[in-house]
């Protein structure tokens, strides 16, 4: 398959650089005459009439009974869609498709990190999300209860979002990455009756012991009555009777039956914490109704889907929004066939990705910039050994992609043939909202293009909130849409103040700087707040703090975003100690397993720098962009706010000394 000119070193490097003056691609023709979508008037029609569209789109779904309003925005900016009517998410999710006979197509190639194989099809989904869903009522779980699920990337932690929906039961899943504490935290503000979890998670051949760490932790929730115990890699775990059940004996008890119950189509779905700007995870809400029709119509027209045909791989973990949207509600109510690796992308190998895409023919693949970024170092030789022919789209999710990974992306993965689909969005926003059709619009690396049909966003001047035509600004959104979140779980007044503070109650504020381009596409930048965004992963630079500060020889913690090649950004902590105490190599460590305890692995500090004193203004605050300056080695603005100014001398001395010391 390799012959140097396309993947060898020196000339894909220089192909890359050529490319880069290129300003946009335009959808290849076969891809064109394929595509679902093709004609451009749609999106004038999703313009003239919104609500019109997305009834529409609505109606793709099946309905128990029919809506009466489209949209009630009587109280903004808490709005309300397809009010009036009914449906049941697992029954669009799973049974729709038995019924219209194709129960035997797979839902998910699962593959397990051994090698092990398992095809799940909707008929499967069908019987274990039914006895599932059975033993959860059993166990007193009525709708409207929280339960949480902390589960790895197996199909039972589709089945348990599955038997959730069913019963109208609200699901709270927490990323496996995540600490015991963490889960503790999130299962404590959202006072979940039940959590799903695991004996043990194999991470690259090591297997982790999942339900004692959890039990470590959990022990006095009042709450929480029960936890439920997949056996997945037979490791021992501790049980407490009477609180503690195995997952395949509830199921095995449990009737075979259980008939989807309809649901208003504001009846909660989930919620999903995320980092905002405080050491407080916000509880994103989402409802039943908006939400299914936002995943569906993004998911089959953003991708193109051809259920039949299409074997679809959305590399995320479910327990982000983006597996949730892009997973499992998505892909499952198009009745598409999915691929789902437990793993990490370098093991067994460095080529396993590549190795899976050749052995189910995957035609479109849904990954993150970071993931590129490491393949691209990793080197062309590894995907260029399999057969990627198959492949037909690829997208791109969770932070911005620069420029050189999306051409190596385009070139080394889609053999110059896939078009990219660059697709912004948020938990918060529940699907897509700026993206390329990829039938339609010309791409520019770099770019996420334009919003989605019937989707509104602005880039406004940050202090008038004007609309900008061609310029940098802060990205809203300004007409609601049917998948956006409902509310901050149990915090409406944070929800009000967080996004429709700025603006008004009609604007929804993203939190992204963003620019438009003289054709009207958006670039987007990056958070505005104090969110960093580490391998597409979000953490609130508050959350680290606090983390940090509970290690006993720490006085105070500023921890900031620093840019970074491969990850796009890293966590950089500016980090006072008590006393005398020397910042010594044990103790850095001990601060990045206190943030690993904590909050999970993935937000460990990847530089520490140890600061005799931090920057403040004179009522205390903190001044983060000073330490960003710094950091990025930039030029410092304004010092003169500053309580005592001589601080930032010392640390940039200390910054040199550091870098010294790393060359
Ligand atoms: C960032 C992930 C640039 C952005 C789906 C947003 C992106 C935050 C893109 C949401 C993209 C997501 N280009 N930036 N295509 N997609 N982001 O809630 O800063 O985990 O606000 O949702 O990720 O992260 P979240």
Known sequence: MSDSATTGGESLEHELETLLSVERFDPPEPFKEQALLDDPEVYERARRDPQGWWAEQAAALDWSREWDTVLDDAN?????????????????????????????RVAYHWRGEEGEERDVTYADLHRDVQRFANALKDLGVAPGDIVGIYLPMIPEVVVSMLACARIGAVHNVVFGGFSAES???????????????????????????????????????????TIVVVRSTGIDAPMT???????????????????????????PLFILYTSGSTAKPKGILHTTGG???????????????????DVYWCAADVGWIT???????????????????????????????????????????????????????????????????????????????????????????????????????QTETGAIMITPLPGIVATKPGSATLPF?????????????????????????????????????????RFVETYFARFGERTYLVGDAARKDKDGYFWIIGRIDDVVNVSGHRLSTAEVESAIVAHERVAEAAVIGQSDEDTGQAIAAFVTLRGEIEGTDVVVEEIRAVVAERIGRFARPKRIIWADDLPKTRSGKIMRRLLRDIAEGRALGDVTTLRDPGVMGALEQKIKEGQAQEN
């Open 241 to 267: 009777d009477g609180r503690d059940h195995f997952y395949d004996e509830i199921c095995d008890a449990a009737d075979p039956v259980c008939p989807p119950e309809p649901f208003d189509a504001e009846h």
């Open 291 to 309: 939400y299914l029709t936002g995943v569906a119509a993004t998911h089959r027209h953003v991708f193109d889907l051809k259920p039949e045909s």
């Open 453 to 493: 049909p019937g989707i509104f966003a602005e880039v406004v001047d940050e202090s008038t909130g004007e609309p900008i035509d061609e310029g940098q600004g802060l990205l809203v959104l300004t007409q609601p849409w049917p998948s956006m979140l409902r509310t901050l779980y149990k915090e409406d007044d």
């Open 76 to 104: 903004p900016p808490f709005y309300k869609w397809f009010t009036g009517g009914k449906l049941n998410a697992s029954y669009n999710c799973v049974d729709r498709h038995v019924e219209a006979g194709i129960g035997d």
């Open 323 to 425: 597996g949730h949207s892009y997973i499992v509600y998505g892909p499952l109510l198009n009745g598409a066939t999915s691929v789902m690796w437990e793993g990490a992308p370098d093991f067994p190998h460095q080529g396993i990705w590549w190795e899976l895409v050749e052995r189910y023919k995957a035609t479109i693949l849904y990954a993150a910039p970071t993931a590129i970024r490491t393949f691209m170092k990793w080197g062309a030789e590894l995907p260029g050994k399999y057969d990627l022919s198959s492949l037909r789209l690829l997208g791109s999710v969770g932070e911005p992609i620069n420029p050189k990974a999306w051409l190596w992306y385009r070139r080394v993965i889609g053999g110059d043939r896939c078009p990219i689909v660059d697709t912004w969005w």
């Open 183 to 225: 889960v503790r935290e999130r299962m404590e503000f959202s006072e979940a009756k039940v959590l799903i979890t695991v004996d043990g998670a194999r991470r690259k051949g090591r297997t982790a012991p999942i339900k004692a760490t959890v039990d470590d932790v959990m022990g006095d929730l009042a709450t929480l009555e």
